[in-house]
């Protein structure tokens, strides 16, 4: 499937300048994301300093600053954001993006690189000298840290067991696996967890080749990369839905990917209004995901001459089918919900055995804009003698933003933008962190020195017969 044609060259200054108007004329997120966000203090000082002195923002500052915006979506105008994103990719089509960041937006690539010679690559970059150098070629921060290369990468975890190919005649529930290229190339142990937790759950578990979610090129404005890898992956999951496939994300940021942004417009398009009957007169979206949530049952009904401008599927993905956006959309879940759902309806296994750990969850920002609770907490709960407590109240962003923490001149804000979290885990002292983010794995893993495990390794750990154990320190990583 290929994408269509892209809309007419946007003018990436105007957009921005718009941005400003927009967020200065409301005034709201000055002071309630003064220092949980690097975007805001920066349109703000560029609008004052225009109005103390005349002097407007130029070109490189408007793209600086969107660029400081790491789509947290801490803010409350999902229009600002995507405006955000629209002014990047709109300089990134004009002016181009730096090879250094190219090379770095494509995790999978990176992982595939650096993966297959491990012990030599953790050697090299352990080594002071040569760590720099290599760091320097793969643009990355000299003293960002990354977890050790696993010998074996879940790719080939996967052939191995045979699971990238169809299980034949499978009974029971189908999922496939969307790992994400963190857990595969830099956390396997995590990807591997998962599908031993969702097997031992009595799932028919499939892992075919999968394309990145597109996050990162997304964040970094590279629509031509997004949209080919969205391409891919739709391509395979909408097939997989088709037969009777549901599909799990163990990153939150893969499932926000593929069920929200991939999807929003998509109940707009002429394609899905066939598809209902709707007719001339009005437009027809199941309740909730006109707002991006997932339907609800039931119709919403708006009237078309009032709102055919507005409600429409115009957004970044509407060049792939929407009937494909939406296909895979509604089938999309978070593992933990997915296996909180099943544990409800009574399916799953018998018990956990005693694993005895004070954890606190942190639960990142992507799963938090998707509003499906805390379902890992609810199942963390269920082990016994584990005393997971989560992190409440004003959640501030861990700060790496994907891979925006590892570029070279976005590390140090990163971790400026982090500092309040981690204070305030430094203040409760927990033996361990368990969240469902490896991105904010590695920041944690940078910053502090507690362990971090996703939680379903947590959970697989309390699978086993005798779980009593402290999660392993974290592996030993290559010093800057
Ligand atoms: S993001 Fe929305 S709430 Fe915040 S300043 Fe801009 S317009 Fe106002
Ligand atoms: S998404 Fe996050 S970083 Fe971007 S403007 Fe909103 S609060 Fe700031």
Redesign the pocket.
């Known amino acids: 499937m290929k994408a269509k044609d892209s809309p007419p060259a946007a003018v990436p200054e105007e957009i921005a300048r718009r941005i400003i108007r927009d967020c200065a004329d409301c005034d709201c997120?000055r002071p309630i994301?003064d220092e949980?966000?690097?975007?805001?203090p920066e349109l703000y000082r560029l609008h004052d300093r225009e109005m103390e002195t005349g002097r407007k923002p130029s070109s490189d500052e408007l793209r600086g600053m969107v660029e400081?915006?790491?789509?947290?979506?801490?803010?409350p105008c999902p229009n600002?954001?995507a405006d955000?994103i629209r002014a990047k990719t709109a300089f990134v089509a004009r002016d181009g993006l730096p090879p250094r960041v190219r090379l770095i937006e494509d995790v999978a690539r990176l992982g595939r690189i650096c993966g297959a010679f491990p012990r030599m690559t953790d050697r090299l970059l352990s080594s002071p000298r040569m760590g720099k150098r290599l760091k320097r070629w793969l643009g990355i921060h000299s003293e960002r840290r990354l977890p050790a290369f696993s010998k074996e990468n879940f790719l080939a975890w996967v052939r191995k067991r045979g699971l990238d190919r169809k299980p034949q005649a499978a009974e029971g529930r189908r999922v496939v696996y969307f790992a994400g290229c963190t857990a595969t190339y830099l956390f396997p142990e995590v990807a591997r967890s998962t599908v031993e937790v969702l097997q031992a759950w009595g799932l028919t578990v499939f892992c075919p080749p999968l394309s990145c979610c597109g996050m990162p090129s997304f964040l970094e404005g590279d629509r031509e990369f997004t949209l080919r890898a969205a391409a891919q992956n739709l391509a395979v999951l909408s097939a997989a839905v088709e037969e009777g496939y549901d599909i799990l994300c163990s990153c939150p940021t893969c499932s926000f990917m593929l069920r929200g942004l991939l999807a929003e417009g998509a109940y707009f398009s002429e394609a899905y209004q066939q598809r209902v009957g709707a007719d001339a007169r009005f437009i027809q979206v199941p309740a909730r995901a006109r707002a991006g949530g997932r339907p609800v049952g039931g119709m919403e009904v708006f009237d078309r001459a009032m709102f055919k401008n507005i409600l429409k599927d115009d957004g970044y993905f509407s060049g792939l089918d929407p009937l494909q956006r939406i296909a895979v959309a509604e089938k999309v879940y978070d593992v933990g919900e997915y296996l909180l759902q099943r544990e409800r309806e009574g399916e799953g296994p018998q018990g956990f055995s005693p694993l005895r750990l004070q954890a606190l969850y942190y639960p990142p920002?992507h799963q938090r804009e998707q509003q499906f609770g805390r379902p890992y907490l609810e199942l963390l709960r269920r082990v016994p003698e584990l005393e997971p407590t989560a992190l409440e109240g004003n959640l501030h962003?861990c700060g790496l933003?994907g891979v925006m923490g590892f570029k070279q001149d976005f590390h140090e804000a990163s971790i400026a933008l982090g500092d309040r979290l981690m204070r305030r885990i430094r203040e409760i002292h927990p033996q361990a962190i368990v969240t469902d983010c490896l991105s904010c794995r590695l920041q944690f893993e940078q910053l502090l020195s507690y362990p971090v495990r996703h939680p379903i390794e947590i959970l697989r750990q309390a699978l086993q017969p005798s779980a009593s154990r402290q999660p392993r320190e974290g592996k030993e990583k290559p010093s800057a």
């Not at 949980?36 to 805001?40: E, P, S, Y």
């Not at 400081?68 to 803010?75: I, P, V, Y």
């Open positions: 997120c994301l949980a966000c690097l975007f805001f400081k915006c790491n789509f947290c979506a801490l803010c600002i954001r955000i920002c962003c933003a």
